[in-house]
């Protein structure tokens, strides 16, 4: 039996795949392409009585919108990050959430080595050094190796770099490629070039930690959201020749905040979004959707 399907923000999918969940679906679906995000009114009206909604990580998902639509039974989240859903209001209304995982990792660090290639040869904006400069052998330092960090990692051998980590958890596997476990303060000392690649809205650096970079450094931020001390970060750019790397998956307004600054590059684009990319996502929203309908059947 078909089921009323709401989708109710941009969740980047190729046409192909918005005529498949439509196909799904008992009534017509209407898919956002505005970045911004629906207010709780906007979102519950949407919704009426809809069991499945589709939402990206962006999406506030809040105990106040779920009581106001007890209809919903299935959330399914375009991306990986959760920290806008109040999962534990999900587990109380007793619906199913899944997500996305693993999908955009490569090309986000294709797009990072792209943005660094352009900055230490000189050919976009800026040029790292008064001339231009080779990655090889250039020291790098990835905070967070999860399977982003990893995916960075992995570009970073190939470009002959030093390579050291920081995590909460060792990963031995990845020492013996060659990549090295570094304390924190150890390997903002040490590294040419700091890359961010910690879980969203997890705060890494702070002001004592921006302190200890090396001058002409490069910063990175790979994650999404808020991944250190906006002022200590501002006053780091201001008052050494520093260099910063952002792409839109830190957020619209981080993007209205520092696109204009001095040796910032922020381009307005999610780095990890290519065509292949949306087909991986697309092709695992729709199987997670599929599998929650084939277990109401």
């Given at each position: ?74 959330i399914g989240l375009c991306g990986t990050s959760t920290e806008n859903i109040d999962l534990q209001a999900v587990s109380d209304q007793h619906i199913s959430l899944t997500n996305v995982v693993d999908y955009g990792d490569e090309p986000t660090a294709e797009f990072i080595f792209y943005q660094l290639v352009f900055l230490a040869r000189g050919m976009g904006k800026y040029q790292w050094f008064d001339y231009p400069t080779e990655l090889i052998a250039k020291s790098i330092g990835i ?155």
């Amino acid at each position: 039996m078909p089921h009323k399907i709401v989708v109710l923000a941009n969740a980047r999918l190729l046409p192909e795949d918005r005529e498949r969940i439509s196909k799904l679906s008992s009534k017509p679906v209407e898919f956002p392409d505005t970045e911004d995000q629906f207010d709780i009114t906007e979102m519950t009206r949407r919704t009426g009585d809809a069991e499945i909604v589709l939402v990206n990580t962006g999406t506030k998902i809040t105990a106040e919108y779920l009581k106001a639509c007890p209809s919903i039974k299935y959330i399914g989240l375009c991306g990986t990050s959760t920290e806008n859903i109040d999962l534990q209001a999900v587990s109380d209304q007793h619906i199913s959430l899944t997500n996305v995982v693993d999908y955009g990792d490569e090309p986000t660090a294709e797009f990072i080595f792209y943005q660094l290639v352009f900055l230490a040869r000189g050919m976009g904006k800026y040029q790292w050094f008064d001339y231009p400069t080779e990655l090889i052998a250039k020291s790098i330092g990835i905070i967070g190796l999860g399977a982003l960090g990893q995916s960075i990692a992995h570009l970073a051998l190939a470009y002959k770099m030093q390579v050291n980590y920081y995590s909460k958890h060792r990963k031995p596997e990845w020492e013996k490629k060659g990549v090295k476990y570094a304390e924190k303060t150890e390997l903002l000392k040490s590294s040419d070039i700091v890359i961010i690649s910690s879980p969203t809205n997890i705060k890494v650096i702070d002001e004592g930690d921006f302190k200890n970079m090396k001058p002409n450094s490069v910063l990175v931020q790979a994650s999404s959201g808020n991944c250190f001390d906006r002022t200590a970060f501002l006053n780091w750019l201001e008052k050494g020749n520093h260099y910063a790397i952002f792409d839109l998956a830190a957020g619209i307004d981080h993007y209205n905040s520092y696109k204009d600054l001095p040796r910032v590059v922020f381009p307005k684009v999610i780095a990890g979004f290519t065509r292949e990319t949306k087909q991986r996502l697309g092709n695992r929203v729709i199987e997670n959707l599929k599998n929650y309908i084939d277990k109401k059947a």
